[in-house]
């Protein structure tokens, strides 16, 4: 069984950083795009940024650009989110999803077969 499951959360001030991870298990996502979207209450599901397999490049939605950072570890089957300067804007309930059913599109919530369960973040001001 494929399980993606997101650890990390929790509560930080504001200017604050945490770092989230997401490990796979059940198959190797290595040749995948993996990405990462957050939702609040009410709201749609939104972008955060991906990384693709070819040469580990990534994407970021502009809110987060320069601010957060994604990486992921081959050996451990696992992504990471580097949040730095943290905004209380950022508070959310975090998801990764891992392989696209389209190339290309990584933005698009309905473009991945798999998710995790999602983990609260909550920047404080």
């Known amino acids: 069984q494929v399980q993606l499951v997101e650890s990390g959360g929790g509560l930080v001030q504001a200017g604050g950083s945490m770092r989230l991870s997401c490990a796979a298990s059940?198959?190797?996502?290595?040749?995948?795009?993996m990405a990462w979207f957050r939702q609040t209450s009410g709201a749609e599901r939104e972008f955060v940024g991906a990384?693709?397999?070819?040469?580990?490049?990534?994407v970021y939605a502009d809110s987060v650009k320069g601010r957060f950072t994604i990486s992921r570890d081959m050996d451990k089957n696992t992504m990471y989110l580097q949040m730095n300067s943290l905004k209380p804007e950022d508070t959310a309930v975090y998801y990764c999803a891992a392989e696209t059913k389209w190339d290309g599109n990584w933005g698009r919530p309905d473009n991945y077969y798999y998710w995790g369960q999602g983990i609260q973040v909550t920047v404080s001001s």
């Open positions: 059940g198959r190797s996502f290595s040749t995948n795009t």
């Open positions: 990384i693709v397999p070819t040469g580990g490049s990534t």
